[in-house]
């Protein structure tokens, strides 16, 4: 019976140290985000869809 006790808690242990771990990682990823394009080029379709 103290064996499903051990196992239980070594269980426990290992699935709580990888949920840290991971959480851990995904803090640690640097999100990046696509440029905007230059201004110049939104005007120029701005332009276009009042002319339609």
Do not use: C
Request: no cysteine; net charge negative; aromatic share 8%.
């Amino acid at each position: 019976m103290i064996w499903f006790i051990i196992i239980g808690i070594v269980i426990v242990i290992g699935v709580l140290v990888l949920s840290v771990l991971t959480t851990s990682k995904g803090y640690a990823y640097k999100h990046t985000i696509d440029p905007l394009p230059p201004q110049e080029e939104e005007n120029q379709s701005n332009e276009n869809d009042r002319r339609e």
